[in-house]
């Protein structure tokens, strides 16, 4: 195994904004409480991949700051003015020097660590120099976004992000990594997620919440 070589970049909204086409996906649980649950189980399996030397969270919330700070992360402020891409390029400038960076979505609750390193390996085996990418299980959206050391990480998610990433000269990484492609933004997302098996912190929501 090759040495921790990787700073992975993860932006977290405000909880009273943060994934908004989700809300009521779980009766009586709190909204903010499961959004929260999506960003530590996908911060907790990055933490476990033998190929992160560190994650950097990009955040205004007080609540995600401490609570993904107790589970190892470096916490980073939100720039001036929000925005998701922002916060990846703000997290991507603030990262130490001479690693690679990655780009990674905060919505990845079933992601297992030895899929994560299989991507972050694959794009390190890539051509030299070159941006690469990994789009989400529909295809279209874009869940990590790598760069080699000194290469802007020039990030382009929103709808349509990864054919934009790909306009952008980054190259798609074509590994199947179910779990790592499965970002969540609706009930039935997570209904998905929930079958590839969830991280704790989601998986204690989804138990305390009544069957229907």
């Known amino acids: 195994m090759r040495q921790p070589t990787w700073t992975v970049v993860v932006p977290v909204k405000r909880l009273d904004g943060a994934k908004s086409r989700l809300r009521g996906a779980l009766p009586v649980v709190p909204h903010e409480g499961l959004a929260l649950a999506l960003a530590a189980d996908t911060v907790r399996a990055v933490r476990a991949c033998p190929a992160v030397a560190e994650v950097l969270v990009v955040t205004g919330d007080d609540r995600v700051a401490a609570e993904l700070a107790a ?84 990030p382009r998610f929103g709808v349509g992000s990864a054919a934009a990433h790909a306009a952008g000269g980054a190259l798609p990484l074509a590994g199947a990594w179910p779990t790592l492609r499965r970002d969540v933004d609706t009930a039935a997302d997570l209904a998905a997620a929930a079958r590839l098996g969830l991280g704790p912190a989601t998986a204690a929501l989804l138990d305390a919440a009544p069957a229907g």
Do not use: C, I, K, Y
């Open 71 to 154: 589970l190892g992360a470096r916490v980073a402020p939100e720039p001036p003015g929000g925005g998701l891409n922002a916060a990846f390029r703000h997290g991507a400038s603030v990262a130490a020097g001479g690693r690679w960076v990655a780009g990674l979505t905060a919505d990845l609750p079933a992601l297992r660590p030895a899929e994560l390193a299989q991507a972050l390996t694959a794009a390190q085996d890539g051509p030299t120099g070159v941006r690469r990418f990994v789009a989400d299980a529909p295809g279209t959206g874009t869940v990590l976004l790598a760069a080699p050391p000194g290469v802007p990480l020039e």
